[in-house]
């Protein structure tokens, strides 16, 4: 059945690919159309028979994912690959080397357990705990994992100065400092003691030996 459109242009509807065609080239395109053209049943395009399986291989066949072997969409290989796949390499966040996504749970526990030497008071972390370690202790950490300050937990009397140049176990640590008071002590003692020796000496004399 034809269509009139406002300006007078008229239009038939193909049911073949359900478009409005000129009417005055509805006879040859339907001729073409239910020749040369069929209907893809993955998108619903109309492409040319001739040219069907080459489409359905380009836009539908399920690819095959070079490193597993799964076959999946075609339109979601990008995905699958950088995603999904479980042979991808992935960096392990504890150590920065590369495993394959299905091996990296396991290899996580492992090197997520070794044992790191807190540089600020001297303990050894767990690397799956140093961040919580950094964060409760010596305040939050940056996206470098540098620690920024180092705050000392409430009770524990000594000031981050204090804590941030604290020896590490089996260290000797710096000598003990002696009080400035105590060396003049010292050295004032000494001083009248000498002045006193020297003046007995003088009232004894060269010649006066002491008494027997």
Same mark, same amino acid.
């Given at each position: 059945? !034809? =269509? ?10 193909? =049911?073949?690919? #359900? ?6 080239? +509805? ?6 159309? $239910?020749? @040369?053209?069929?209907?893809?049943? #993955?998108? *619903? ?11 359905? @291989?380009?836009?539908? !066949? /399920? ?7 799964? $076959? ?10 950088? #995603? $999904?796949? /479980? %042979? ?5 966040? +504890?150590?920065?080397? &590369? ?5 990296? /749970? ?16 001297? $303990?050894?972390? %767990?690397?799956? #705990? ?29 000031? !981050? ?5 604290? &020896?590490? /176990?089996?260290?000797?640590? &710096? ?12 050295? !004032? ?12 000496? *003088? ?5 006066? %030996?002491? *008494? *027997?």
């Amino acid at each position: 059945m !034809a =269509a009139v459109h406002g300006t007078g242009f008229s239009t038939n509807f193909c =049911a073949h690919c #359900e478009r409005e065609i000129p009417s005055s080239n +509805y006879d040859l395109h339907s001729a073409h159309c $239910k020749r @040369n053209l069929e209907r893809c049943p #993955e998108c *619903q395009e109309m492409v040319p028979r001739m040219r069907a399986g080459e489409h359905y @291989n380009e836009y539908h !066949a /399920p690819a095959v994912c070079q490193l597993c072997g799964t $076959k999946v969409n075609r339109e979601h290989l990008t995905t699958h690959e950088q #995603e $999904k796949c /479980p %042979r991808r390499m992935v960096e392990c966040e +504890y150590c920065d080397f &590369p495993v394959e996504a299905a091996h990296l /749970p396991a290899h996580s526990d492992v090197c997520g357990s070794r044992t790191e030497m807190c540089i600020p008071c001297g $303990k050894y972390v %767990r690397l799956r #705990e140093k961040y919580v370690h950094d964060v409760q202790f010596h305040g939050e950490s940056d996206e470098t994992g540098i620690t920024r300050e180092y705050n000392v937990p409430r009770g524990s009397g000594s000031s !981050a100065s204090e804590v941030s140049h604290r &020896p590490l /176990p089996h260290s000797r640590g &710096p000598p003990p400092v002696v009080s400035r008071h105590r060396l003049i002590f010292t050295f !004032a003692i000494t001083g009248v003691a000498i002045l006193i020796g020297t003046l007995v000496l *003088q009232r004894r004399g060269p010649n006066q %030996r002491p *008494q *027997q």
